[in-house]
């Protein structure tokens, strides 16, 4: 905990000290490894190299956001209709179109569609309603109707595949209309990460799941096209 000794009078005579001195020096590291715990004084000090790490999934789940959003208060207005419309008329049978926004952005009169014109499907692809889940530190996205292991033990983030989707579609909407675009179509297809659903994941979660060998697997159809046109 501590190590002290007794100067050498050799040593003091030079600084012309005629008396005993005595030094000590406590390691408040020793102390802390003794009320805590710990047996190595490496872990206390960077346990980022050499201590135990461990994440709960809350934390994780806490460490996951949406990426690009709209910077206006209408272009929050769009990305909430297209969530509004699509979990409404989500199961519509194709060719269909419906309106998700009709006002102002930036200026400009602009109307909002989802739009699905291939016969013989839906407005939107089976994984559109994914919502995303952290279960013993890996990352998923599942239907809310599937019902397993993950979405009864995991952590529920609160986020979707359509809360990323419809905030870079209004984002994408409001740079075009700032462009002087009259026209814009946007689409989703399949999803193999998470940028492809403008979700992102701070970079100590991605460290702590890749360094404990667990997974991300947000994959799945979402084909869902949203279509603009400024008036």
């Known amino acids: 905990l501590a190590t002290f000794g007794i100067y050498s009078p050799i040593a003091l005579s030079r600084y012309k000290i005629e008396y005993p001195v005595m030094n000590l020096g406590l390691g408040v590291e020793r102390l802390t490894m003794v009320l805590h715990g710990f047996r190595d004084l490496r872990q206390l000090i960077y346990p980022q190299f050499y201590g135990e790490w461990h994440m709960r999934d809350a934390e994780l789940a806490s460490l996951l956001r949406v990426n690009k959003k709209p910077l206006t208060g209408a272009g929050r207005d769009v990305a909430r209709g297209i969530i509004k419309l699509a979990i409404k008329r989500g199961e519509e049978k194709s060719p269909c179109k419906f309106m998700a926004y009709s006002g102002d952005l930036l200026g400009s009169k602009i109307v909002v ?29 599942l239907s809310p109707k599937a019902l397993s292991k993950v979405t009864k033990d995991g952590v529920d983030t609160g986020l979707t595949y359509l ?12 740079a075009s209309v700032k462009k002087g675009e009259k026209k814009i179509s946007i689409k989703f297809k399949t999803v193999k990460t ?5 979700l992102i994941l701070n970079k100590v979660a991605q460290r702590y799941i890749t360094a404990n060998s667990k997974k991300i697997d947000i994959r799945g159809p979402v084909f869902l096209t949203v279509e603009a046109y400024v008036k």
């Open 113 to 141: 569609k989802i739009v699905e014109k291939e016969k013989g499907t839906k407005l939107l692809g089976p994984a559109a309603l994914n919502r995303i889940y952290v279960n013993e530190a890996c990352v998923y996205g």
């Open 163 to 174: 809360t990323g989707i419809a905030n870079l579609a209004a984002q994408k909407i409001e």
């Open 194 to 198: 998470l940028g492809d659903i403008n």
